[in-house]
């Protein structure tokens, strides 16, 4: 019904910027809050930032600073800027979305998770 399709991750040198996109699809009839997580190997999946629909957002601490969340509503799309990157951020980034959509006789509120896209920094 709803699918979240990321884009963006590669590989860095420590310092460099990536901007991460997710971009939401299906019979969507509204999204309210949107967010990244991350996952490193061997750790487990954490909170990196949220925005809600109406554009108040909240950062992990380590990410303060150096990451911009932000989303256009038009577009369906969430943005992670990543600038200042350091070899800790390594790891597997994914898009989450509370989004209520249409199944064709009502409608229905649900999570999703993007497939994961993969940031590297590395030297």
């Known amino acids: 019904q709803v699918q979240l399709v990321e884009s963006g991750g590669g590989l860095v040198q420590p310092g460099g910027s990536l901007r991460l996109s997710c971009a939401a699809f299906g ?8 967010a990244w997580y991350r996952q490193a ?4 999946r954490e909170v990196v930032a949220q ?26 799309t969430v943005y992670l800027q990543m600038n200042s990157l350091k070899p800790e ?19 229905v509120r649900d999570d999703y998770w993007g497939q994961g896209t993969q940031v590297t920094v590395s030297s």
């Open 27 to 34: 019979s969507i009839v509204r999204i309210n809050t949107m």
């Open 41 to 44: 190997s061997g750790k487990q």
């Open 51 to 76: 925005i809600t629909s109406g554009s108040s957002t909240n950062y992990a601490d380590s990410v303060k600073g150096r990451f911009t969340i932000s989303r256009d509503n038009a577009k369906r």
């Open 89 to 107: 951020d390594t790891a597997l980034y994914y898009c989450n979305a509370d989004v209520t959509y249409y199944t064709g006789s009502y409608n």
